[in-house]
């Protein structure tokens, strides 16, 4: 019973280096997420995918891009690192079921460091 | 556009003392929902509650209750006789009727023996 899994759970890049931050759900969820949490800001939607094939910016997408390959991965990349995203990402599904949206379940997080 | 906010950026208590969070939210949307989560020590996000824009029932579980008033746009958490397993952060969390959650900047609540 996974439930989201993350991978890596830790990871050190050097600036303008890229890196693809993955995430793989096992609940048939439709809507996948992909959040930064950095310290006093909370969490911050990048990008979301409502279902298989589609994609759509959150609040601060730039600097990444997202694949939804299945229903079941959605992955994160960073074509070239900045110090900026130095970050815990988390990753985040959910379904809309018929009482409204479901919660969010989320991975463990991925704790990013970018020197 | 949707905003949440949590005033409170670090709460401390004893512990068996009552706290309560406050979660105030902003939104021109009529549907809407509201979610309260916690992230302890470890880092995970653990969910608590969700609650729809047509559902203003307080709700009660166990030591956490929930006071949801769209009168002020607010949507607190109170734990009664709080321990120190109750230490986190706690964030409130607004989801429109579409995929785009809007998180507080959470509130971080130390309960001391």
């Known amino acids: 019973n996974a439930g989201v899994t993350q991978t890596p759970k830790f990871q050190v890049l050097k600036t303008g280096q890229s890196m693809t931050l993955q995430c793989a759900q096992d609940m048939n969820h439709n809507s996948m997420y992909w959040y930064r949490q950095d310290p006093g800001m909370g969490l911050r939607l990048i990008y979301y995918s409502a279902s298989e094939g589609t994609t759509d910016k959150g609040e601060v997408p730039n600097g990444y891009n997202v694949s939804r390959l299945n229903k079941r991965e959605f992955s994160l990349r960073l074509e070239s690192a900045a110090p900026s995203q130095t970050s815990v990402y988390f990753c985040a599904s959910s379904v809309l079921d018929a009482d409204g949206r479901e919660p969010q379940h989320f991975g463990d997080g991925t704790r990013l460091s970018i020197l | 556009a949707q905003k949440v906010t949590q005033a409170q950026t670090e709460i401390s208590v004893v512990e068996k003392e009552d706290v309560t969070l406050d979660c105030v939210y902003e939104t021109r949307d009529t549907t809407y929902y509201l979610f309260w989560y916690k992230q302890p020590p470890s880092g995970e996000l653990v969910f608590l509650i969700r609650?729809?824009?047509?559902?203003?029932q307080n709700e009660i579980s166990g030591r956490y209750s929930w006071n949801f008033q769209k009168s002020t746009s607010s949507f607190n958490f109170t734990i009664t006789a709080s321990q120190v397993v109750d230490s986190a952060v706690y964030f409130c969390?607004?989801?429109?009727?579409?995929?785009?959650?809007?998180f507080g900047a959470g509130t971080r609540l130390t309960v001391k023996p």
């Open positions: 609650r729809n824009s047509f559902d203003e």
């Open positions: 969390a607004l989801n429109r009727d579409n995929n785009d959650m809007r």
